[in-house]
């Protein structure tokens, strides 16, 4: 059998941060012992037993909101579920706020190999606006103790085109991330996602967003500095030193196939991408009794499966391979017309402008 | 079938006053229908079904045993009920010889009952007033009955009380219908011309009423046979035409179809012909015997006149053939749709196409696009303006990008429409006020009841081409009805507005609109074009302007980039369907240069009537 990516998804957080829209629930108490011992129901009794894991991530939610223990259950009845490939990429998503030095040694020890911080920000009005329950010296404190604790593949996440971010405190907040020393960043714009509270502030006016221009700036400034720290950009949005990329995210970029556990997980096995059922009681419910999980499922067609490829491959900096995606012969014209897209023999990619355009040229091409 | 023991009839009223649903009643009772098939059995499009209204008519024949104990043959004939089907509404008059009206007792008389009922009487239809709705709580019979006589000059005493949707009533209209709509074996008054009475063995003479186009059987005409009698295998003429074909198929509804051998004098019914083209079976067209041809064609018909019109644009230039083709199909079913090939520097080829009104206008964009498949641009409407020029001459122009410079023109004519307009006495001032912001001229006011009044303006169409109806609706609490019909050309001070694009004129956006109105319009439609047109790789600039004087502007900013969000296992389907959604949204925009303008961009004027 194939070795595949596995997911897993922990659906708890400590506190609901204003701009997320995730399947993440402020929930204490019984229920999520309860979610963990349906998760490990799930995964005991999975279809897809014994096919090998190519790549492991847990993410959230808030993984590290979970007790060590209780992570560790979980790895191992995935390992059983899907033994791991030699060199298999094995990572969690960590809130700062949710991990001491001692949590990640035993996460170390349960088999996690990479790590992915929540940083955001390094600046305490930030994470405050944003709703994140950690503060700036965590982050660092944060690294330390997974780099103690044996990690070497260690990502951080940064957001820009926060509310009332200057470029000035987005330069600083690069080179704060960069000086970490860590192998792995991920650079995103903040979006504002409907049913969120920021949407609703959004709409009324109250979010001093920077310019599209200023937005514009603030990723060339990214894609600047991490290359100049010795980041290469591989995707649209992230950044690794040389072998350091994550192969699980790779895996969805590359439209292969991910089998998903927990509440609100998607999976994609064949040419079915189905949804787990999201909240963490009806999961439960749904797993202590035997039933269907599932609460939206999608056949993919090969139109389908073309529109996803061409969208997907575009976000990777080697691009997309023009054989196999066949993009519209028109569009790809036009596109290259308007500076968004280059081919190099068989391959079509965004150039450093078309990354701005990244939709309007799947639009285009697709 | 002898004649004396035909009725044919059809059901005028004003929209949502029940007439579908006593339709059905009468099917029902007839038995022509169950009770468990489907409501609003004449509607019969999903077209019609989804806006609840009756775009075209059937005729559905039934059979009725009256208390005399004779057998009855009913022909009832759908009419359409909006004030842009008046046209059809008269063909299909032409084929009955009584109405039923029909008013809603909790409603009373409204535009529509007089406009229709006006037009019934003046086809010599024998009018049977039906009041409906009896079973409603606030139902009014007493005042249904004093407005049908002081607004209609009916005699309502002997009104027919109904409920269609409990069927009380329902078999007292079935006797009236019987006792009170006279026989075809007459000609009726101002109708068909006086002279011989209509025999079996007289020469053949059909009226077409409608017309519909069956993929498998070409052309389905609905006839009226108002002489001598039409059979299966004979060959038949168009009179207006001289076109002949043979009868290969004859027939009525009921509501299925039922097959015959022939139609005789008084009777109603369809027959194919294998009538391909456009024009084989013109409505209003006489039908005739090709061997024993009649020497007069009837009369009595009014050629649909087409008051709206806007230019027809393929978003994909390749479907040009293809629009023209399902045009000419769509104008087999609608007598009343005109058209010719137009160019527009901005949308290329296409057609300015001429409609009764505006609901028409969006029937048959949605059944272009619905029934075959294709993606359109429509300009704004407009209405035929009459120029008349310094040089004398004259000339007729509804594409407002061909006038002529303004240099050339010495003064402009507008149709306009005599609007009948009924509403509450307290909302008499809002309306007032309403007809003068759209240029009315005042007519004249009536008191039908103590607390209703029926205004008449003459107000020019272009007027109430853009949002009258729905002001009226919406300052008067939905109180108000509205009817009108076409009066005559009236002078006025009209310009012409053209709209730029970076500086480029964009002939498909000119508008023409009265002087005193052009900066203000002008505004509005800069400013709906920056709402509309989503923003681009480049600034784009916005202008509309008289001749070279600029008299609005706006700016789109430029659009710098996309949101780069995080694209992970459970975020694809998502972000693949908004995609899918953006490309769909593009297909439909037309690059004017190196801008791309929605569809919606080029229908600004309407939403910018204030």
Redesign the interface.
Known sequence: MDPVAV?V?TPFCPSKCGYCDF?SYAMEGEIIKRTVHAMLAEIDRTPHFGRPAKTIFF?GGTPTFLESQDLARLLEAVMRAHPPTPGCEITSEANPGTVDAEKFASMREAGFNRISIGAQSFFDEDLIRLGRVHRSGEIERAVANASNAGFDNINVDLMFALPGQSKKAWCENLQRAIALGTEHL?L??L?IEENTPFYKEFLKGLLDLPS??G??EM?EQACEAAEEAGFNQYE??NFAKPGKECVH?LC??NCEE?V?YGP?????VGNR?W?HVKHPRLYCERVEANEDLACES?TLDSK?LR??RI??GL?LNEGVDIQVAKPDAQGLQQAIE?GWITTEGDRMKLTALG??????A???V? | MDQSLIRNFCIVAHIDHGKSTLADRILEITGAIRGEAKEQMLDSMDLERERGITIKMTAVRLSYRASDGKEYEFNLIDTPGHVDFTYEVSRSLAACEGALLVVDATQGVEAQTIANASMAMTQGLEIVPVINKIDLPHADVARAKEEIESALAIDASDAILVSAKTGEGVPELLEAIVKLIPPPSLPKRGVFEEGTLPDRDNPLRALIFDSHFDPYRGVVAYVRVVDGHIRKGQVIQMMSTGSTFDVDSIGYFAPEPMPLDELSTGEVGFFTAGMKEIGDAGVGDTVTSAENPATEPLMGYRKAKPMVFCGLYPTNGDQYQELRDAIERLQLNDAALTFEPETSDALGFGFRCGFLGLLHMDIARERLEREFGLELILTSPSVNYVIFKTDGTMEQIANPSRFPPPQQIAHIEEPAVKATIMVPQEYVGTVMNLCKTRRGIFGKMEYPSPTRVILYYTLPLSEILLDFYDKLKSQTRGYASFDYDFSDYIRADLVKVDVMLNGDKVDALSFIVHKDEAYVRGRAIAEQLRKVVPRQ?YEVRIQAAIGAKVIAAETIKP????????????D??R??K???K??EG?RRMKNIGAIEVPQEAFLSVLKVAE
């Open positions: 997911y998804h399947n993410g991920s995103y714009c979006t599209d221009f937005q514009v990723y649209i949005s995210n969805y970029w991910y998903a609100g997980a998607v999976e994609r991408r949804t999608e389908t529109f996803e969208m997907l976000r308007r990354k701005h355009y990244c939709n309007q799947v639009v285009l697709a | 790789q659009f710098r980039k996309d949101v780069t969000a995080k694209c992970y296992g459970g694809i389907t972000k693949r908004l995609l899918e953006q490309k593009k």
